[in-house]
């Protein structure tokens, strides 16, 4: 992949007086990064209309979401209107696992891509080190008479650290005698994972953030009450670490155009998009904002639309669904070593895939655009045949090469996107008071088209303590497979009619949701045979390599 000295830079000041951002809200980290005050967005009034970025089922064969993103923000720049793309930070566990980074690629990057996939602003390390400030806190209150009554066998709160390493999933801590507490089980999340992460992209200010760093449950008394971080006198502390993190990082793409890159929460764990505060920045700034979420249709855009949204005042005005040949030929029955080769039968049984992702769309009264992300080993008469059915949906269509040709590539994409969005009749699936369990059933009936919702009884158990503590009606965020649209990876397509299984609840209570395992849930990944790490090293020039 084209590192950042392949693009002309322009200095990020310049950037930031394009969009009249005054000085003084401006931190510099270099020449190209800088962080932009969330204090600034007490002088913006939203003006743009927000664009949301989603896909089908995600495929190992990889579907091109953040390059769509960016490829389309800088074509809406190009016909003459202002726009700002809004993503995640990537986290180092994927830079140097298989995922690799996460700023885009061929002629559609965020830059400068070295820094923003390695350390950037040191977002993620204080998001660590404020987690773990308060995993320190429970240990030493514990040794120190336990006054609060902690049941250390229903402790909640993890460590946290952001790289894959498996071996740390399930630890022991306290090992050595007296003097280092009192041993018992513990294991550690990668930080994107961490509610303090989810917290920190929900945050209105500092006040909100200390607010609910201040109400997450790091576990339960032995008489079966939550034990908050207010409880342990340390969400001043937190706040502190993070007075900086909360601020937006302000780059550019390839070709100039802003870009706010901020925060970096899960898609499954937790709700899988940048931070409130520089989406809401973005739409003061600009006349279109193109905001990203994790995986697909079913996990972030469903999270985005119902909860992130709402919490946020945010009306969206227009979805993508990125689909490609190669994903929707492997939904079809396909071999992934196989998919280069042209087979319209697999890729007719793949697009009932799509179709559920566009059906569900809809069902938020928003109007639906499918981006065709176009590889090199597409047939003509593939694209072609997948644009046709794609437009006998009555849903509009373009073919996107920002990869090869930069905002070119997808100005297509963009008239429409400018032309049909429209957020007049958006509207979430339901109530956000509404009963977990009433969440549930439908999200499972109308997103993953489930006929019958099962609940364990370790779900049933856990679900009657969270309502009996008064969390009862939070809003919910489901962690399933991002394989499937049901909770089995092993269903690919678009399967339908079966029961749908909750396994048991976790309560992230600052972050305001609960969240409904519906499968296996990895907070720690683990590193490959080879992964990407043994790829990437440093010249004496200190110019890097193999980092993508």
Request: aromatic share 6%.
């Given at each position: ?232 006198k340390v969400q001043g502390s937190v706040a502190v670490l993070l007075k900086d993190a909360l601020n ?278 683990g590193l490959g045979k080879k992964p990407n790490a043994v790829n990437i090293d440093i010249d004496p ?7 993508f």
């Amino acid at each position: 992949m084209a590192g950042s000295s392949t693009f002309q830079l322009k200095p990020i000041r310049k950037i930031a007086e394009a969009l009249s951002i005054p000085p003084e809200y401006l931190k510099f980290y270099g020449d190209h990064v800088a962080k932009v005050s969330h204090k600034l967005l007490n002088h913006l009034e939203p003006k743009g209309k927000l664009i949301v970025v989603t896909a089908m089922t995600p495929t190992p064969a990889g579907e091109g979401k953040t390059t769509t993103s960016i490829g389309l923000s800088m074509a809406i720049n190009k016909l003459g209107y202002s726009s700002i793309v809004t993503l995640r930070e990537p986290s180092l566990g994927p830079v140097f696992g298989i995922k690799g980074g996460a700023t885009g690629g061929g002629k559609a990057q965020v830059l400068p891509m070295e820094d923003i996939n390695l350390h950037f602003t040191g977002d993620i390390h204080a998001v660590t080190s404020a987690h773990n400030l308060i995993s320190a806190m429970i240990d030493a209150h514990i040794k120190f008479g336990n006054e609060l009554d902690i049941d250390v066998t229903r402790i909640s709160w993890p460590r946290a650290m952001d790289m894959n390493d498996r071996a740390l999933r399930q630890i022991i801590v306290g090992l050595g005698g007296h003097a280092n507490g009192y041993p018992r089980q513990d294991g550690f999340v990668i930080t994107a994972a961490s509610e303090i992460m989810a917290i920190l992209c929900l945050a209105k200010d500092l006040q909100d953030l200390k607010k609910r760093v201040g109400e997450v449950v790091i576990g339960w008394t032995r008489t079966n009450k939550p034990v908050r971080v207010f409880d342990l006198k340390v969400q001043g502390s937190v706040a502190v670490l993070l007075k900086d993190a909360l601020n937006p990082n302000l780059v550019q793409t390839s070709e100039n155009t802003p870009a706010f890159i901020h925060g970096g929460p899960f898609a499954n764990i937790a709700h899988g998009t940048n931070s409130i505060i520089a989406t809401k920045m973005a739409l003061g700034l600009s006349d279109f904002v193109v905001t990203e979420t994790g995986f697909g249709s079913d996990l972030g855009a469903e999270k985005f639309l119902d909860f992130v949204a709402p919490t946020a005042g945010f009306k969206p005005s227009l979805i993508v669904i990125v689909a490609t040949v190669r994903a929707l030929k492997y939904h079809g029955g396909m071999n992934l070593k196989e998919l280069g080769t042209p087979n319209i039968e697999a890729l007719h049984r793949g697009i009932e895939n799509l179709k559920v992702h566009i059906e569900n769309m809809r069902k938020y009264g928003l109007p639906v655009v499918v981006a065709v992300n176009r590889f090199d080993t597409d047939a003509p008469q593939e694209i072609e045949f997948l644009c046709e059915k794609v437009e006998k949906l009555n849903v509009a269509v373009a073919v996107n090469e920002a990869f090869a040709k930069g905002s070119e590539g997808a100005l297509d994409l963009a008239r429409k996107v400018v032309q049909l969005a429209d957020g007049t009749n958006y509207r979430p699936l339901f109530d956000a008071s509404e009963p977990i369990r009433k969440k549930i059933d439908v999200l499972a009936r109308e997103i993953y088209r489930a006929k019958d919702v099962a609940f364990t009884k370790d779900a049933e158990e856990s679900l009657e303590r969270l309502e009996q503590n008064g969390y009862g009606n939070l809003p919910v965020i489901v962690a399933k497979t991002q394989y499937s649209i049901s909770d089995d990876p092993a269903k690919l397509g678009a399967p339908r009619d079966y029961t749908f299984t909750v396994r048991d609840f976790l309560l992230s209570a600052g972050a305001g949701f609960v969240v409904a395992v519906c499968g296996d849930i990895m907070l720690m990944p683990g590193l490959g045979k080879k992964p990407n790490a043994v790829n990437i090293d440093i010249d004496p020039d200190g110019n890097i390599i193999g980092l993508f």
